[in-house]
């Protein structure tokens, strides 16, 4: 079975690099679902994941006849995704913030969040899971984009340590130590949410000191 | 009792992938050390919350947006998707370049030519009798009449190269940068 589906992978990636649109088709089937999630769990909204995804996809279709079948195809197109995804981040860190409200604010006193009812979607999700889905795309996007990118490979969508280390393009030491500094990080976010989601915005700094 | 050591396996005792001597030390270390057993167990919270996120769907149609803008590419490459193409053009512009030039350079060296002697005919005819040191040029010319002959169609020439070159330039330039350009957008395109 396995076997079967890389040789008919093969078939239609040499109908790609001849122009096959349909057969480019039946390849992103494939693959959608993985891509899209992986660009989604980089920044957080459908609209920028959805435009990521299909930038990914036309560059991979572009870069395919450079393609020689060394590595695996999966591995080679991640490589695309997660590039073109890292891009995206560095253009975003260059380009002067906008005020965004789903996003953690950095003022003076530190972090400050807004919280916002989670986005309507499916109906048959429930409220605590959309809770959920909200918390976890904030404390990600709170993590540098090179420690994200790791720990969604790894701890949201289940690749090896090798496979991480293909699609990045960094030894598995780095993959790991990469990884251990992001578990680190969000633990620590995660062991504040409930802090750091209270609803009642911000405290200064005079009042925060009281506090502690 | 130093955890650093145990701390920097974490991540590997938490993916499964610690496994004979490494694994058993773990294991027993996790079992008189609070610090790192609280560690364990955060970190394992995390990832079931982590777990809670739900699956994903991409949008209906990131598929055919993908599909339709390549279809596009491919109408506007039409032709130059022939394979060689973009070889072939430039080549031909060379080419083409080639050969105008030559034919433009002949005209002035033609006249490059011509002007010693021009020049020496029109010291002899600035006298109506030319004096008798003018024969040693014109000794080397069978007779006087094909100098002279000579010299009327280089003053015609010379007179026509520099409109004739300045048209020539300014359509071979325009031409040149066009074609360059094209060039690079298929190349741009391609890679
Ligand atoms: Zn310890």
Not at chain 1, 41 to 70: H, I, P, T, W, Y
Not at chain 2, 16 to 31: A, P, R, T
Request: charged share 25%; with cysteine.
């Amino acid at each position: 079975m396995g076997d079967f589906l890389e040789t008919d992978e093969k078939v239609l990636i040499s109908l790609c690099k001849r122009g096959d649109l349909s057969a480019y088709d039946r390849l992103m089937q494939r693959y959608e679902k993985k891509v899209y999630a992986l660009c989604f769990r980089m920044v957080g909204n459908q609209d920028d994941a959805a435009d990521l995804a299909q930038e990914a996809f036309l560059k991979a279709f572009r870069a395919l006849s450079s393609f020689n079948g060394q590595a695996q195809f999966s591995t080679w197109l991640y490589r695309i995704v997660t590039n073109t995804c890292l891009d995206e981040q560095r253009r975003q860190a260059r380009r002067p913030q906008l005020l965004s409200l789903d996003k953690p604010l950095n003022t003076e006193d530190g972090q400050l969040l807004l919280t916002l009812p989670a986005e309507a979607s499916d109906p048959l999700d429930t409220a605590l899971s959309q809770e959920t889905e909200a918390e976890i795309k904030t404390l990600l996007s709170m993590l540098p984009a090179s420690q994200r990118i790791v720990l969604v490979l790894r701890d949201m969508e289940g690749y090896s340590y090798e496979e991480i280390a293909q699609i990045l393009n960094i030894n598995g030491g780095t993959v790991k130590s990469r990884l251990n500094r992001a578990r680190a990080r969000l633990r620590d976010l995660y062991l504040k949410k409930e802090e750091l989601f209270r609803p009642t915005v911000h405290l200064n700094r005079k009042e925060r000191r009281d506090r502690l | 009792m130093s955890c650093e050591k145990f701390t920097k396996n974490m991540g590997a005792y938490l993916d499964c992938v610690l496994s004979g001597k490494e694994l058993s030390e773990f294991q027993e270390h996790l079992s008189v050390c609070n610090t790192c057993r609280q560690e364990a167990e955060e970190l394992q919270s995390m990832f079931s919350w982590l777990k809670q996120a739900g699956e994903l769907t991409p949008p209906k149609d990131l598929r055919k947006s993908v599909l339709a803008e390549l279809k596009k590419e491919q109408g506007r490459k039409g032709i130059r998707s022939f394979p060689g193409f973009s070889y072939a053009a430039p080549a031909a512009v060379v080419l083409i370049m080639l050969v105008v030039g030559n034919l433009s350079l002949l005209l002035p060296l033609h006249v490059s030519d011509a002007v010693p002697m021009r020049a020496a005919y029109q010291q002899e005819s600035g006298t109506v009798t030319p004096p008798a040191d003018a024969i040693i040029y014109t000794e080397d010319s069978p007779d006087n009449e094909q100098v002279s002959e000579k010299s009327e169609l280089s003053s015609e020439v010379e007179r026509n190269p520099s409109p004739r070159l300045l048209v020539l330039n300014l359509v071979l330039i325009p031409l040149f940068l066009f074609f360059s350009l094209r060039f690079q957008q298929n190349r741009k395109e391609a890679g």
